[in-house]
């Protein structure tokens, strides 16, 4: 499914909204115990992925998220295009990567946006699943299927031309292979969204081995 939304990319400066205009959909995410209010590493790269991995099921993924921003009252937070891109920015493995932190309301943002787009996608994503399963039961390469074949290919895309070759991370992920592994891995992560309490599952795994 396509959503579609004409954006503005203006280069308005972000400014954090106060805590008393916070949308109360945040508030079903508890606060990490961790020091400050800015996302470790992990979290960022975590968060970062698994927007590529909606990006690359859903040819319109990119407007999907902005459209949701809106729709759940998160515009406050995750502006507008550019804006949207300073805050995936901070994933390390980047090629554009910004110093800048990322805090714990915008991850928020994000990862609320991403479990409500997995909801949506929640039978392709099963389907997908099934049908990795299926052939790698059956020893059959996974790109003779046409659906699973297409969502590796615009992971592997997306992937080499948005991160940087030169990061240690990065590298561990050169071949076709690994960056298969690791859509597959993501769209398990994805499914794992759309339980019942997945968002808040999934949004405490990402500071496992961070909290204090």
């Known amino acids: 499914m396509v959503f579609i939304m004409n954006v503005s990319a203006s280069l308005t400066p972000f400014n954090s909204p106060t805590p008393q205009s916070l949308p109360m959909i945040l508030d079903t995410l508890p606060d990490p115990a961790i020091d400050g209010q800015q996302c470790p590493r992990r979290s960022r790269l975590q968060i970062d992925l698994i927007l590529l991995a909606i990006e690359a099921l859903d040819i319109g993924g990119s407007e999907a ?23 995936r920015s901070t994933n390390p493995m980047r090629r554009a ?30 389907q997908l699943l099934i049908i990795c399963q299926q052939m790698d039961e059956k020893q059959i390469p996974l ?4 659906r699973l074949s297409n969502y590796l290919e615009r992971f592997r895309a997306h992937f080499k031309s ?17 960056l298969d592994e690791l859509a597959i891995n993501l769209l398990g992560k994805l499914l794992f969204c759309t339980g019942t309490t997945g968002m808040q599952r999934f949004w405490i795994s990402l500071f496992d081995g961070e909290v204090e």
């Open 162 to 178: 948005r991160m940087n070759p030169r990061r240690s991370g990065v590298l561990a992920l050169t071949s076709d292979e690994k």
């Open 65 to 87: 998220i902005l459209t949701f921003a809106e729709e759940l009252d998160l515009k406050g937070i995750i502006k507008n295009r550019v804006n949207l891109w300073r805050m």
């Open 97 to 126: 990567n910004i110093r800048r932190p990322l805090s714990i309301t915008e991850a928020k943002a994000l990862v609320v946006i991403a479990c409500y787009i997995a909801r949506r996608l929640t039978v392709t994503i099963r």
């Open 143 to 146: 790109e003779q299927n046409l």
